[in-house]
């Protein structure tokens, strides 16, 4: 009981982090927020607090006396060139800096300042103008075959993200994005079917590699940046409405329902950290056989460590299972280099033997699972060598020298008798 | 050859040297091939305790030099320490000892 204490006081501190409700969605207009009914409708259900509010409104401030209003930015105003009020650029990114999330959908209009801001994010965004195109997976929606109304992206396979495996497709019309193949911070969310490419309809057809084509191109895109604040950039504003949400579409001559509500409310939930957030808390480590912390070890000691990791789904903490959390004790290079086992209650521990080399040590956690929170935990340890009467003594394989030390005294002792008594 | 002949008129000349320093010389035979089995079998296990190697085989190095230093002054041969009486040389012998075996078994650890 004392863990999950600290764990709810430790919540309650932090107010902001996975407590934050407060929404503020801009829309291109906000009389259209109808089209969204559904979406924020779900979100409602879920605790936030949503305001609807036009992009260009002049009372849009989201700071005041250094104070920040809302905990998370929704963005559905692709087109949107500035904005109202007191927002800008550099507002939204010091908004994200601070720990606060962002959604930000586009489409194919998507304006230059727009494209910037999810450049900022590093999402690289396609020209302007130009649409996701896939003549084998798309969709036909009211008797229309429409081959930009992509169905058969790829969902990533982490629930934590986006939820359980979709049997239905999830629907996107939209603009193309990519993200670098080896960006730690960036994850595709819904990537393109690898038959799609992205063309702007009224330009010449580029060739690759500038050409965005089949599975480099990210249509949904999750970003968490280091202070764990995240992002998702969405290429297609459409996957949002009611009317993607209640399709019913054919998709290789089957007539399927979509997978948008579920999915669109998952990430966003996700997006605003009320899913997939990881607490550690209580990190200890002691001798076995003592209880208490010690300032630091001996070598070759046997010792354990602990530590508290809570997920926060909804506002409430569960205990954390997973068995690929990594440990190191590291000085200059990881002497031990070990995964942490849980004992099913949110307390991960390992039992080790500190290495035989003396100095200055760190227990080292940092953990970056698609989906969940960043942990990162560091925490200094030294280690003394042996005092001079810790050393083993008596060893059998020193028998020899110690035999032939006293053989040599004994014969010291016989060459003094002879010595002395013999005439 | 010459070889027999030398080793012949060496053991001659030995034989006539006094008991004392012949019983010298066996214990510094002893003291010796303790010293040689001492390493030979450091050679076959290694050097793990290493202290109490150069414990052994210094005692028996240390054993062997004071040995030979008790043998100089007390052999009538050697006309270098003739103001020494045998006594005082063995009471000299018994504390350097002393000292060399403390110190042995304090390094033995």
Known sequence: ARPIFITLVLLAALGVTSAGKSVLVLLQNANTADKYSKFFGSLRDYGFDISVKGVKDSSLKLKEYGTWLYDDLVLFAPQTEGFGGNIDRQGILDFVDSGHNVLLALNSDASES????????GVDVDDRGSKVYDH????????????????????????????GPYKEPVLFRGIASVIPGDSELATVALGAPSTSYSHAPKQAMLEPPSLMVGSAISLVTAVQARNNARVVVAGSLEMFTNDIFDAVVT?????????????????????????????????????????????????NDDVEFL???????????????????QLEFIMLNPYIRQPLQHDGNGTFSLRFKVPDVYGVFKYYIDYAHRGYSYVKLTHQVPVRPYKHNEYERFLLCAYPYYASAISVMAGFFALGFFYLYNK | MVLSAIISAFSDEYKKSPVRVKVLDAFLIYALATAGVQFAYMMLVGTFPFNAFLAGFLS??????????LRMQVDPANKDFTGISPERAFADYCLANLVLHLVVWNYMG
């Open chain 1, 251 to 299: 998709v290789k001559d089957v007539s399927t329902h979509t997978a948008n509500w579920a999915f669109t409310v998952t990430l966003a939930r996700w997006a605003f950290q009320d899913r997939g957030v990881l607490v550690a808390s209580n990190m200890r480590h002691h001798l076995l056989g003592s209880d208490e912390q010690p300032w630091g070890y001996r070598v």
């Open chain 2, 60 to 69: 028996c190095v240390g054993f062997f030099a004071l040995t030979v230093c």
């Open chain 1, 136 to 163: 084998f997976n798309h969709a036909t929606l009211n008797g229309k075959e429409d081959h930009t109304l992509i169905a058969g992206g790829d969902v990533v396979d982490a629930p934590v993200m986006v939820g």
């Open chain 1, 114 to 121: 727009m494209r910037n801001l999810a450049a900022e994010f």
């Open chain 1, 307 to 325: 530590v508290d990791i809570v997920e926060v789904d909804g506002g409430v903490p569960k205990p954390f299972a997973a068995d690929d959390i």
